[in-house]
């Protein structure tokens, strides 16, 4: 079906200065700060004995890349010493003791289905130490269970060799690089200077062979992007041919992240109309050279883990992307990791790497907040996952997992989508809320409106408010560790 011309009156209509991205809800700036390692303690050894056949997706921070790239707002180090990665893996092994006592002092067996190294970049790390790391990670759960492993790629700090020891001897199966964009200009406005030819030398015949999926971060909103750049680089990645294709937008914050600002050194960024002709061009581009859509900010190749999740309706939108394997029950270590245990609770780490050390010097997990949820908070988490995942709402789920009519308990929402419904955003029936092909890119605004936390009535000034207390209440409990 051809997609319908993009409305620049819809556009600047639903236009919203601050914008959600839903990868968790409630999102993390309402979390209760109260919240410490006695209480994820507690969530684990609830929570784990009585989902033991639910699969956890096992995350790992490795805050550290060599060169700071201008639009990033990850938790990071820049740095070229890499005794500083050592000293940061001596205290990421003493967190996972910390876990590992724990859960073996309670008798509580992870059961480990995706393992995901993120960062900052994992490459920075040696091959010695990539081994080590897995080999630490298998004492503390059953690697034979691991069906999935990927590692988050520098395409410019590895090389094919490199990646046929990451399969070979440490077992990913999935690789993620961070292409962002291929046109030079670009690049050299964000500092990434990373030309297709880089792909092309790397991902040769074996590597395919060895990863079931190749997946590539395409970052839209950068400084430079136009119509044109974007078509280019759709053009190249079509021709390298990676399994899946995520999208996100550019999250331009310099209140968290100051050098960002030096994007703007040649003219102003991609404003939210020139986002959607943006986003508009990689639909037409990638649709019609076979990728399917398969999510908000997702495309997949027909034969790809993605798409057959997607079919199945085993895909889940989360913290670390579209993923495959239904809901993603997560549990992450290392600084600013996230863990989030079904349908009940969320935590995280410190940021700070100096805090996170001193956290577990004192033999504390390094938990800074994080929330058990309401089962409000749950039934708007699996709306606005639904959404995200797969650009609808069914109503039966909610009927049989929350015992509820999601039409008499979404009354105040749905009639909230009425002006949507006007503008062919959104269509209802019996069995769900469904996103038309116009709608499709309107998937956050539509979220939106279940957010009890950050309504569409919720003004930019409120919302700014929000994230200011919520940084203020950061530094008050970090200033008193």
Not at 143 to 157: C, G, H, I, L, Y
């Amino acid at each position: 079906m051809k997609k319908p011309t993009l409305d620049a009156n819809l556009i600047k209509k639903y236009h919203q200065d601050i914008v959600f991205n839903y990868a968790e809800y409630p999102t993390c700036d309402h979390w209760d700060f109260s919240f410490n390692d006695e209480d994820y303690k507690k969530a684990l050894i609830e929570w784990i004995p009585q989902n033991p056949d639910k699969k956890i997706f096992f995350y790992v921070h490795i805050p550290f890349c060599e060169q700071l790239c201008w639009f990033c707002t990850c938790s990071k180090i820049i740095t070229k010493d890499y005794n500083k990665v050592k000293e940061y893996l001596v205290y990421l092994y003493k967190e996972i003791d910390i876990l590992f006592n724990y859960l073996n002092e309670n008798n509580i067996k992870l059961n480990v289905g995706t393992v995901f190294f993120g960062g900052g970049s994992p490459t920075i790390l040696n091959r010695e130490d990539l081994k080590e790391l897995v080999d630490k990670l298998k004492q503390l759960f059953d690697w034979s269970n691991v069906e999935n492993f990927t590692v988050e790629s520098d395409p410019r700090r590895v090389d094919e060799d490199r990646l046929i020891y990451n399969a070979e001897i440490c077992g990913a199966n999935r690789i993620s690089f961070g292409m962002q964009d291929f046109d030079e200009n670009v690049q050299r406005k964000v500092n990434r200077i990373q030309p297709a030819s880089l792909f092309e030398n790397i991902l040769t015949k074996k590597v395919r062979k060895l990863y079931s999926e190749i997946a590539f971060d395409f970052l839209i909103g950068l400084p430079g992007q136009n119509t044109n750049t974007i078509s280019s680089t759709c053009d190249k990645i079509i021709q390298l041919q990676p399994t899946l294709v995520q999208l996100s937008l550019l999250a331009y914050k310099p209140w968290v992240a100051k050098y960002q600002i030096k994007m703007l050194a040649e003219g102003p960024l991609p404003d939210f109309l020139e986002r959607k002709e943006l986003l508009e061009v990689i639909h037409q581009k990638l649709s019609k050279a076979g990728y399917i859509r398969t999510g908000f900010e997702c495309y997949s190749l027909p034969n790809s883990p993605m798409t057959k999740a997607y079919n199945d309706g085993t895909a889940h939108y989360g913290a670390s992307g579209h993923q495959t394997g239904g809901k993603v029950n997560f549990i992450g270590v290392g600084s600013s990791s996230k863990s989030n245990l079904g349908d009940d609770y969320y935590a995280q780490n410190v940021y700070d790497v100096s805090k996170y050390k001193k956290f577990l010097d004192n033999k504390k997990l390094p938990i800074f907040r994080g929330m058990k949820l309401s089962k409000d908070d749950q039934i708007r988490q699996h709306a606005t996952q639904q959404f995200k995942s797969y650009l609808k709402m069914d109503f039966k789920p909610l009927e049989d997992n929350f015992k509820i009519d999601p039409k008499e308990y979404f009354a105040e929402e749905i009639n909230e989508l009425d002006e949507m419904i006007k503008d062919g955003l959104v269509q209802i029936n019996e069995f769900g809320i469904f996103l038309t092909e116009i709608g499709k890119d309107f998937s956050q605004n539509i979220s939106n409106v279940f957010d009890k936390y950050d309504p569409p009535s919720k003004s930019y000034a409120d919302r700014l408010k929000t994230i200011q207390e919520a940084k203020a209440s950061q530094s008050k409990v970090l200033g008193e560790i």
